[in-house]
């Protein structure tokens, strides 16, 4: 029998089945778990649990864009264009809003208009209060 990498008293086997079983019971570990890969693979502040739960819920887990269910995170400002991962920065989007936007030479504004989008009231507020200084 070939012997087993042993890490605090458990081989790889149970630990590797431990963290699967953990991944997948507990949504606070899953949410933080997807965050630091991203993050890593494009490096990335993670988005915090807690500000990913504040940002489904005033955004009611609606795109910032055009206001249909949301399933990724999009940088107002990209990250390839100085944009960071702070709560002014970082809104809900769908697929669509979010790969049509892109990381193109136009800024935010200038894509909402060419694409006739009117973006959720909170996008607003947040733009208006960065604008301000008053978002860290």
């Known amino acids: 029998m070939p012997s087993q990498e042993?890490?605090?008293?458990?081989c790889k086997f149970h630990l590797a089945a431990e963290?699967?079983?953990r991944y997948a019971n507990n949504e606070k570990?899953?949410?933080?778990r997807r965050q630091h890969s991203r993050s890593r693979k494009r490096?990335?502040?993670?988005?915090?649990?807690?500000g990913q739960n504040f940002?489904?819920?005033?955004?009611?887990?609606?795109?910032?864009?055009?206001?249909?269910?949301?399933n990724t995170w999009d940088y107002i400002i990209p990250i390839s264009k100085g944009g960071q991962t702070t709560p002014r920065n970082?809104?809900?989007?769908?697929?669509?809003?979010?790969?049509?936007k892109n990381n193109q030479d136009e800024d935010v504004?200038?894509?909402?208009?060419?694409k006739s989008i009117t973006p959720h009231p909170e996008f607003i507020n947040r733009i208006i209060i960065s604008k301000c200084g008053l978002y860290g």
């Open 29 to 32: 570990h899953r949410l933080e």
């Open 109 to 114: 504004f200038e894509w909402m208009n060419k």
């Open 19 to 21: 963290a699967r079983q």
């Open 90 to 100: 970082v809104v809900l989007a769908c697929i669509k809003c979010n790969s049509s």
């Open 43 to 50: 490096n990335v502040d993670p988005i915090p649990y807690e």
């Open 55 to 70: 940002l489904m819920e005033i955004f009611e887990a609606k795109c910032a864009y055009c206001f249909k269910p949301a």
């Open 6 to 10: 042993v890490k605090s008293g458990a």
